[in-house]
């Protein structure tokens, strides 16, 4: 008996000592993976080209558009259609009574849902600047100047048809899941000049390098023909043939610059 109670006298002494690193283990919140590194600037004032992003931005659906989401069984989110249903109306009419009709607004992609995302903070090169002074006898400064106009595109990685609204659901979605600014277009103009000012030693040779970066992004968009029905005063969506394909495109950070600085 005495064996068993210092047995448990030694467990009940690990378990007091463990409780408060399994608790404070518990505590600690997740690393944000899309949190900007600090050798990431945000160039949006020293841009010396301004950044219009020609995607569309989110819409809200008005009252209408609403109760027509909420009729169907499908989520529809694309930006384009969710314009047009919100110019749309169908207004009461005593002679409404009995009228059974539906009308068909095309085939849309309706919705995407994001499944994997990432951000490579060095996506493409933009720029590089170096000082030489391996000759010198004294410091020299050397900071990042961007030497001539520079257009990032990002890209679809697969064929998808209706592009141009896949990428920007694609984009509202990265946006929302990163907190990033995302665009598919993104200009850094000439002579944009951030970051730090680098020592460059004598002896040595300095080298900064700009890089824009973008997220990566894979899910699933959805398509389907859309119809408005109306049977009686009561206005619906009805969405037929679905089908889902798979989609990942790079979408750029719009005024963000990673410098990069080398010395030897």
């Known amino acids: 008996m005495k064996r068993i109670g210092r047995i448990l006298m030694i467990m009940l002494v690990l378990a007091s000592a463990l409780l408060p690193l399994i608790a404070n283990a518990e505590s600690e919140p997740e690393a944000n993976p899309f949190e900007k590194p600090d050798y990431v600037y945000n160039i949006s004032r020293e841009n010396t080209f301004e950044n219009v992003s020609r995607e569309l931005p989110y819409l809200e659906p008005a009252e209408f558009t609403s ?12 930006p384009t259609l969710i314009s047009m249903l919100n110019e749309s109306n169908v207004k009461d009419s005593k002679v409404a009574f009995g009228v059974n009709a539906s009308i068909y607004l095309g085939s849309w992609a309706l919705s995407y849902d994001s499944e994997e995302t990432d951000v490579n903070w060095e996506y493409e090169r933009i720029n590089s600047n170096t000082i030489d002074n391996r000759g010198g006898e004294d410091s020299s400064k050397l900071s990042f ?9 990002g890209e679809l990685l697969s064929p998808v048809p209706q592009q ?23 200009p850094i103009g000439r002579e944009t000049k951030i970051g730090p000012e680098y020592q460059v030693h004598a002896g040595q040779m300095g080298t900064v390098q700009g890089y824009v970066p973008a997220v990566h992004d894979q899910g699933t968009v959805t398509y389907g023909e859309v119809f408005l029905t109306l049977k009686g005063k009561n206005p619906a969506l009805v969405v037929k043939n679905i089908e889902k394909q798979q989609v990942d495109a790079w979408i750029p950070v719009k005024d963000f610059v990673t410098l990069k600085y080398n010395n030897g």
């Not at 109760?67 to 694309?78: A, C, F, K, P, Y």
């Not at 100047?145 to 595109?153: E, L, S, Y």
């Open 67 to 78: 109760r027509l989401q909420d009729t169907s069984d499908v989520r529809i989110e694309n």
């Open 145 to 153: 100047v961007q030497n001539d106009d520079k257009f990032i595109k």
């Open 164 to 186: 141009e609204d896949v990428q920007n659901m694609m984009r509202i979605t990265a946006t929302k899941k990163t907190s990033l600014p995302l665009t598919f277009l993104a």
